[in-house]
C-alpha cells in the first residue's frame, strides 16, 4: 500500500500520532507521502514505517526503485 492510501486511512489526528511515532514531523511526513520533490525515506525508516503500520506499508512500496538492492533478502521471501 502507498504511504499516501495509508494516511488517508487513518482518523482525524492520527497523521500527527503516526508521524510521532515514527519520530518525524508531520509536515515530512506528509512530504514523504506526497512523493514530494523525488523524496523517499530512509532504509531505517522505511524499517520503522512499516512496524508501526502493521505491515500495511512495506519497505518494497516505500522504495520501488531499489529495495532489492537495500534488503536482498525479501527478494527471496517474495518469491
Same mark, same amino acid.
Given at each position: ?21 515514527? &519520530? =518525524?514531523?508531520?509536515?515530512?511526513? #506528509? $512530504?514523504? /507521502? ?6 523517499? *525515506?530512509?532504509?531505517?525508516? &522505511? =524499517?520503522?514505517?512499516?512496524?508501526? #503500520? $502493521?505491515? /500495511? ?6 522504495? *520501488? ?13 517474495? /518469491?
Amino acid at each position: 500500500m502507498k504511504l499516501r492510501t495509508y494516511l488517508d486511512t487513518l482518523p482525524h489526528g492520527g497523521v500527527s500520532e503516526f508521524a510521532a511515532r515514527i &519520530c =518525524v514531523s508531520p509536515v515530512y511526513l #506528509s $512530504q514523504l /507521502a506526497a512523493e514530494q520533490d523525488g523524496r523517499v *525515506p530512509s532504509p531505517t525508516l &522505511c =524499517v520503522v514505517i512499516e512496524r508501526e #503500520s $502493521q505491515r /500495511a506499508v512495506q519497505r518494497q512500496d516505500l522504495r *520501488p526503485a531499489d529495495w532489492k538492492d537495500i534488503w536482498p533478502e525479501l527478494v527471496t521471501a517474495e /518469491a
